[in-house]
């Protein structure tokens, strides 16, 4: 039972076009969101989160949309770089909680 | 700043043999994980500690077991090792801020095991 699902397993984009990375999850318990990125060979590093009780965060080029009535959050990348292409996780937890829940990840490719 | 370290990065084991995955932390946080990444399933948390002496199960704890004897290490051993352990493990620490306080996770480099 996958509480947090990515159904992209993978995404190409243009360069300076806008990059939509999706994440649905199922446990209305979440109250904290965060996508990491991931580089071949490397440990995953923290990009952005979203706190439950807010619909948007943005930082710099990335910005965290979340929808908690459809249970969906997406993350997007304007403009897209090269240095964008990599895996993308979406995790979730609750309540200051230990068991962040990832998602199975999407490759992104952003096309020079 | 080193942050999160593990040790070693590659390993190859015959099944039934053991094996500990040293990860060491320089930024004294208080919680330290171990996850499990493998194709289209994302990360899976298989234990976790949230301070010296203190481990804990996480989604997926059969067949490893964990030690964090001193704050800034968290070992994962596998006592006999199995094909099905063939996967990148993951050493993450994240600081305590306090109840209900969210914070992201640090992750390491990573250790790819292969099970024969």
């Known amino acids: 039972d996958q509480q947090v699902k990515q159904n992209s397993p993978s995404l190409s984009v243009q360069e300076g076009r806008i990059s939509i990375l999706n994440c649905d999850y199922t446990?209305?318990?979440?109250?904290?969101f965060l996508w990491y990125k991931k580089y071949p060979a490397e440990g995953p590093t923290f990009l952005i989160s979203i706190s439950s009780i807010k619909d948007k965060n943005e930082d710099g080029r990335f910005t965290v949309f979340l929808n908690k009535s459809a249970k969906h959050l997406s993350l997007h990348i304007v403009p897209s770089q090269p240095g964008d292409s990599a895996v993308y996780f979406c995790?979730?937890?609750?309540?200051?909680?230990?068991?962040?829940?990832f998602g199975a990840g999407t490759r992104l490719f952003v096309k020079a | 700043n080193a942050g999160v370290t593990q040790t070693p990065k590659f390993r190859v084991l015959k099944t039934g043999q053991s094996m500990t995955l040293l990860c060491a932390q320089d930024?004294?946080?208080?919680?330290m994980y171990w996850y499990r990444q493998d194709p289209g399933m994302g990360l899976r948390l298989i234990h976790y500690s949230v301070g010296e002496g203190t481990t804990a199960k996480g989604e997926v704890p059969d067949g490893y077991n964990v030690s964090r004897l001193k704050k800034q290490n968290f070992l994962l051993g596998l006592e006999s090792a199995a094909p099905s352990q063939t996967s990148v493990y993951f050493c993450a620490s994240s600081p305590n801020l306090g109840q209900h306080q969210n914070t992201e996770a640090f992750f390491g480099q990573g250790t790819r095991l292969t099970v024969v």
């Open positions: 995790a979730a937890t609750h309540g200051g909680g230990f068991k962040t829940i």
């Open positions: 446990n209305s318990m979440f109250d904290y």
């Open positions: 930024m004294n946080h208080e919680y």
